[in-house]
């Protein structure tokens, strides 16, 4: 009884060893901090890009930007559509948000398989979608929907779903004059920052408790500038998320690809040659190909296919990323019926073959050594897995795997099919799978197929 004792005294002082982990408000602390393992297993997030931009929905997010830097595209649009002396803060009270449902939202979430979402709290046009006691009368609540956008759909996600919540936040805004006049100072003054945006990063963060800080804007000052240590700091000792937290790399010019939680190193990462990467990292991309917020003008082809859609998932994982795919909804709160339709799609697909995509881990070779459109993800749980995604159906039925080898393989099957399917050694190496001759619609996925090899 004295041994059992000790031994539950020494996981006790170990567990609370970890709790009182502490993180000084410098890299070299805080990137030593463990990455939540949460966020590896889930592999699939969604982007909500959502503002007042969402209501011009014209060219991109970015409109503001383009129309006051002369955009002839942008100023075109203006000029034959709006009176002389209309404002960017006159289309405001148009972002009404009247057909906004967020329990909808969390359903159609759920229903695409993905395990987290990350909302635009404040793009760089600076308008919060929550009530904040830091941007007066530039709110959702103060001007346009009068509603709390951002606590209504963190209320229906956590009541209707097991997704983790997460925000996206700017810490910059394009035209803010607090901002502009640091700005004019060199960044040697910090205006903007103490009475603005590390105000209202932390009222998030008590307020909404998210999982995932979302940071960007961060790339024309040092992260000095913007007290991002002693924020990470704060987040990771203090905070109410401070146990479960995920973090990205932007906080500050020259942090991208070398600080903070995972890397997105750009927008729509791809690390070169689809290799495997030494730092966990995150593929943030749009369904629309042409813009994050929402586009009138978009055609049918800027949209992503399913194929796109599950080829991007397979190649980032593949190489140790997590997929974040962008929706965004119009400025009445309809997320458009192309955007729902690849995202119950996706979530079919994950019906079959999530065992090869959720809590799944690189395998030595991240993509086939001979034929392409193959991906590769494996597990190791009471035996050694290996996952082959095929995106292309082979035409001869036989599919020539060089990357397995086959002394180390005993079974093969497709998942969704219960029956094994036959295979040999090849030739010259790898091995040679005979695809089943099922019909298409008793296929047990659409548009790609997974193979497991034990």
Known sequence: MKAIAIYILLLLAANLTLLQAHYDPTWESLDARPLPTWYDQAKIGIFIHWG???????????????????????????????????????????????????????????ASGAKYIVLTSKHHEGYTMWPSKYSWNWNSMDVGPRRDLLGDLAKSIRKNTDLVFGLYHSLFEWYNPLYLQDKANKFNTTYFVTTKTMPELKELVMQYKPSVVWSDGEWEAPDTYWDSKGFLAWLYNESPVKDVVVT?????????CKHGGYYTCTDKYNPGKWVLQKHKWENCMTIDSGSWGYRRNAQLSDYLTINDLIQDLASTISCGGNLLMNVGPTHDGRILPIFEERLRQLGAWLNVNGEAVYASNPWTHQNDTITPNIWYTSKNDETISIYAFVLTWPRTNSLLLGAVDADSITDVSMLGLAELLQWKAGKQGGIVIEFPMVPLPLLPSQWAWVLKLN
């Open 52 to 110: 007042v931009f969402s209501v011009p929905s014209f060219g991109s997010e970015w409109f503001w930007n383009a129309w006051m830097n002369k955009n002839p595209a942008a100023v075109k649009f203006m000029d034959q559509n709006y009176k002389p002396n209309f404002t960017y803060a006159d289309f405001a009270p148009m972002f009404t948000a009247e057909f906004y449902d967020p329990d909808f939202w969390a359903e159609l979430f759920q």
């Open 248 to 256: 990205n790399d932007r906080w500050g010019s020259g942090t991208l």
